[in-house]
C-alpha cells in the first residue's frame, strides 16, 4: 500500500495561471517532506521541502503547504511557466533520514 | 565536477542474463541510494548505503543486489534478470534534499 500518494496524474494549466499539485501520506512518523521536479531523460531535482514543525515554506514562484491533521501537503507554482512542464513527485522522510518515500508523480503541462 | 554518473544509459537484457550497474559520485557525500521509477509508482528505493562499508535493503531489494566498492562508487546487480526488473534505474547520492540523482539507465529485459 503506496505511503504518499498524488492521486492526480496529469494536470495541464495555463501561462501565469496557478498550477497546484496534491500530495497525501498515510504515515504519521513523516516528518521532513520534499517536492522533486523532473524531466524527461533526466533524473530528478530537488524543488523545495517543509518541515513538520512548520505549515508553509516559500521560495520564488513555489510554495509548499503541509496540513498536518489532513496528511495532506500542496505545491503552489505561481505564475507558472512552460519551462515548468515536468513530472513533480512528492516525498516524505522520517526523522531516521535514510530513506525517502515517493509518491507516484503529477505530469504538468503549462501551455503558453 | 559530473555530480552523479550512471553507466550504462541503455540496456537490454534476456530473461536470466546477469549485469551490474555503475554509479559514481563526485560530491563527497556518505550516503548513496539505488532506485527503481516504473510508471504510476513513483521511484522506490532498492537499496541504499549510508557510508562506505555499509549497505542495508529498501523498499524493493529482492532480485538485486550492491556493493559499495569505495566512498565514490556504489553499484547494482541483477543476477538473473526478469521481465518484472524492466524499469528506468536511478543512483543518488547524498541525505534527505540533498540527494543528487543520475540521468538514470533503462533497463529492459525480454
Known amino acids: 500500500d503506496q505511503q504518499v500518494k498524488q492521486n492526480s496524474p496529469s494536470l495541464s494549466v495555463q501561462e501565469g495561471r496557478i498550477s497546484i499539485l496534491n500530495c497525501d501520506y498515510t504515515n504519521s512518523m513523516f516528518d521532513y517532506f520534499l517536492w522533486y521536479k523532473k524531466y524527461p531523460a533526466e533524473g530528478p531535482t530537488f524543488l523545495i521541502s517543509i518541515s513538520s514543525i512548520k505549515d508553509k515554506n516559500e521560495d520564488g514562484r513555489f510554495t509548499v503547504f503541509l496540513n498536518k491533521s489532513a496528511k495532506h501537503l500542496s505545491l503552489h507554482i505561481v505564475p507558472s511557466q512552460p519551462g515548468d512542464s515536468a513530472v513533480y513527485f512528492c516525498?516524505?522522510?522520517?526523522?531516521?533520514?535514510?530513506?525517502?518515500?515517493f509518491g507516484g508523480g503529477t505530469r504538468l503541462m503549462v501551455k503558453p | 565536477n559530473a555530480g552523479v554518473t550512471q553507466t550504462p544509459k541503455f540496456q537490454v537484457l534476456k530473461t536470466g542474463q546477469s549485469m551490474t550497474l555503475q554509479c559514481a559520485q563526485d560530491?563527497?557525500?556518505?550516503?548513496m541510494y539505488w532506485y527503481r521509477q516504473d510508471p504510476g509508482m513513483g521511484l522506490r528505493l532498492i537499496y541504499y548505503?549510508?557510508?562506505?562499508?555499509?549497505?542495508d535493503k529498501g523498499e524493493v531489494p529482492n532480485g538485486y543486489n550492491v556493493s559499495r566498492l569505495n566512498k565514490r562508487e556504489f553499484s547494482l546487480r541483477l543476477e538473473s534478470a526478469a521481465p518484472s526488473q524492466t524499469s528506468v534505474y536511478f543512483c543518488a547520492a547524498g541525505r534527505y534534499n540533498e540527494q543528487f540523482f543520475g540521468p538514470g539507465t533503462r533497463l529492459t529485459v525480454l
Open positions: 548505503s549510508a557510508s562506505e562499508g555499509t549497505t
Open positions: 560530491m563527497n557525500h556518505n550516503s
Open positions: 516525498a516524505a522522510s522520517d526523522n531516521a533520514g535514510n530513506m525517502l518515500t
